[in-house]
């Protein structure tokens, strides 16, 4: 249906809008572009008036405006006018300009700022971009709401920790000291009303100081079993790369298969489980570097950078008061949900359509790891299964059922820069993994859902 009136003396083009029934006009110069209503947000084709009818243009509204490359063409609302003022006119659509954080397929909204990193504000919501109101979005807004009272800034490692425990994966993070890791562990497990663990990680660490060991009980004269600090369900390993290897076999069957082995008999862990490791990029000395296999058990490396100005100075009047920690997370922070609600969200998440397209997307991706000339090694096929289960999980964040090619992009880099390797070559150079990660997120063709 459309809506064709008489000419406008201006010499605009005036037709009603389908989605709310408002008079808009556009230029005639405009005729035949996509536009977006400014009142109710719905884009409509307008086409070209015919001979004999200057002054009138008729709408249509197909599934999505889009151009040959699959990127929704939508117009800017300009500034609403007073009341009773001209109707409010539509401007001509423009393509959206393309940034990695990322390649932004179907964007009606402007692209993040570079460098934003991973924050829910910025994650698009598909065609149609209306996010709908669902449990775990309900859910994830309230665990979001309640640690911003405690937590400041850091939106990226937030939200990557977010999303790692909705979907069964683990994290690590790169920052300095006193950024506030330990804090926000403990503010994690108090909203989510989850058990808390630290292992501070030294050079003389064993294995059973993680995991456990048996101990020979006096009183019934036999050998039973004392669980160690990995028997938790938020574990802290604060500076993991100051242990060798041994130390961090550990946990390798701690990660994948979220049980522990001793002496021939399985202790299962607690669900729901998340590992929160962190390694510090300044001092190397007495460090090691983490083996292949235990980096790939990561689901995402995040990095942790100094706050912004305005962060830190509201960190400074949250917490230079004498007042104590524990005290603060009991009375000021309010649990908002409990393990089997997480476990039930994260089931939810796994629900959500990956499209085949967008699975030869991510295929793509990461095949295309192991074939730039930049890169040693390539990421190996838990990438890809990271990158889906991610994907799923921020499209559930964001209220719907579906996953696009935004949520692939918005994770790409935290699920891959700790599963290549750069050549030597590269490395004199003085090429960074993020750096050439974005150039080949970007060399791959956004698939047209």
Same mark, same amino acid.
């Given at each position: 249906?459309?809506?064709?009136?008489?000419?406008?003396?201006?010499?605009?083009?005036?037709?009603?809008?389908?989605?709310?029934?408002?008079?808009?006009?556009?230029?005639?110069?405009?005729?035949?572009?996509?536009?977006?209503?400014?009142?109710?947000?719905?884009?409509?084709?307008?086409?070209? #008036?015919?001979?004999?009818?200057?002054?009138?243009?008729?709408?249509?509204?197909? /599934?999505?405006?889009?151009?040959?490359?699959?990127?929704?063409?939508?117009?800017?609302?300009?500034?609403?006018?007073? #009341?009773?003022?001209?109707?409010?006119?539509?401007?001509?659509?423009?393509?959206?300009?393309?940034?990695?954080? !990322?390649?932004? &397929?179907?964007?009606?909204?402007?692209?993040?700022?570079?460098?934003?990193?991973?924050?829910?504000?910025?994650?698009?919501?598909?065609?149609?971009?209306?996010?709908?109101?669902?449990?775990?979005? $309900?859910?994830?807004?309230?665990?979001?709401?309640?640690?911003?009272?405690?937590?400041? !800034?850091?939106?990226?490692?937030?939200?990557?920790?977010?999303?790692?425990?909705?979907?069964?994966?683990?994290?690590?993070?790169?920052?300095?000291?006193?950024?506030?890791?330990?804090?926000?562990?403990?503010?994690?497990? $108090?909203?989510?009303?989850?058990?808390? !663990?630290?292992?501070?990680?030294?050079?003389?660490?064993?294995?059973?100081?993680?995991?456990?060991?048996? +101990?020979?009980?006096?009183?019934?004269? /036999?050998?039973?079993?004392?669980?160690?600090?990995?028997?938790?369900?938020?574990?802290?390993?604060?500076?993991?790369?100051?242990?060798?290897?041994?130390?961090?076999?550990?946990?390798?069957?701690?990660? %994948?298969?979220?049980?522990?082995?001793?002496?021939?008999?399985?202790?299962?862990?607690?669900?729901?489980?998340?590992?929160?490791?962190?390694?510090?990029? +300044?001092?190397?000395?007495?460090?090691?570097?983490?083996?292949?296999?235990?980096?790939?058990?990561?689901?995402?490396?995040?990095?942790?950078?100094?706050?912004?100005?305005?962060?830190?100075?509201?960190?400074?009047?949250?917490?230079?008061?004498?007042?104590?920690?524990?005290?603060?997370?009991?009375?000021?922070? /309010?649990?908002?949900?409990? #393990?089997?609600?997480?476990?039930?969200?994260?089931?939810?998440?796994?629900?959500?359509?990956?499209?085949?397209?967008?699975?030869?997307? +991510?295929?793509?991706?990461?095949?295309?790891?192991?074939?730039? &000339?930049?890169?040693?090694?390539?990421?190996?096929?838990?990438?890809?299964?990271?990158?889906?289960?991610?994907?799923?999980?921020?499209?559930?964040?964001?209220? $719907?059922?579906?996953?696009?090619?935004?949520?692939?992009? %918005? +994770?790409?880099?935290?699920?891959?820069?700790?599963?290549?390797?750069?050549?030597?070559?590269? /490395?004199?150079?003085? $090429?960074?993994?993020?750096?050439?990660?974005?150039?080949?997120?970007?060399?791959?063709?956004?698939?047209?859902?």
């Amino acid at each position: 249906m459309s809506m064709t009136p008489g000419a406008n003396p201006s010499g605009d083009l005036e037709f009603s809008c389908l989605g709310c029934g408002s008079i808009l006009k556009i230029p005639a110069s405009a005729a035949g572009r996509p536009a977006r209503c400014p009142k109710c947000g719905s884009v409509q084709q307008t086409t070209a #008036p015919a001979p004999g009818s200057a002054g009138s243009a008729s709408p249509s509204v197909p /599934e999505s405006a889009s151009t040959s490359a699959g990127t929704t063409i939508a117009a800017t609302p300009p500034l609403p006018g007073p #009341p009773g003022s001209a109707p409010s006119p539509l401007v001509p659509a423009a393509p959206p300009s393309f940034t990695v954080a !990322g390649v932004t &397929p179907f964007r009606t909204a402007p692209p993040p700022a570079a460098g934003a990193g991973l924050s829910p504000s910025k994650l698009t919501a598909g065609r149609t971009r209306i996010e709908n109101e669902t449990d775990t979005k $309900r859910l994830f807004d309230r665990i979001m709401s309640e640690i911003s009272k405690m937590y400041v !800034g850091q939106d990226e490692l937030v939200l990557g920790t977010l999303v790692a425990l909705f979907s069964n994966g683990h994290v690590l993070i790169e920052s300095v000291p006193g950024l506030g890791k330990t804090l926000f562990v403990r503010s994690l497990g $108090r909203v989510l009303g989850c058990r808390f !663990g630290r292992i501070q990680f030294t050079a003389d660490l064993m294995p059973s100081d993680i995991t456990g060991a048996p +101990i020979f009980d006096l009183k019934n004269q /036999e050998f039973r079993f004392r669980p160690g600090p990995v028997f938790t369900q938020l574990l802290l390993a604060d500076e993991i790369n100051r242990s060798p290897a041994k130390t961090h076999a550990a946990l390798l069957e701690t990660m %994948q298969e979220f049980r522990v082995t001793v002496d021939g008999l399985s202790h299962p862990l607690e669900r729901p489980f998340l590992v929160m490791a962190t390694q510090n990029p +300044i001092e190397s000395e007495g460090t090691y570097n983490l083996p292949e296999a235990q980096l790939d058990r990561f689901m995402f490396k995040l990095v942790a950078d100094y706050p912004r100005e305005d962060e830190e100075a509201r960190i400074l009047k949250l917490h230079s008061s004498q007042q104590d920690i524990n005290d603060r997370l009991e009375h000021q922070l /309010e649990t908002v949900t409990s #393990p089997s609600e997480i476990l039930a969200t994260t089931m939810l998440c796994s629900e959500v359509r990956v499209d085949d397209r967008l699975v030869d997307y +991510i295929n793509k991706i990461v095949r295309l790891t192991r074939k730039w &000339p930049q890169f040693h090694l390539g990421a190996s096929p838990r990438a890809g299964i990271a990158l889906m289960q991610a994907s799923r999980a921020l499209a559930a964040f964001s209220g $719907r059922d579906y996953a696009v090619p935004d949520d692939v992009v %918005q +994770i790409a880099l935290p699920a891959l820069r700790h599963r290549v390797i750069l050549t030597a070559e590269a /490395e004199v150079e003085g $090429r960074k993994v993020d750096e050439l990660l974005t150039e080949l997120v970007r060399s791959v063709e956004v698939p047209r859902l």
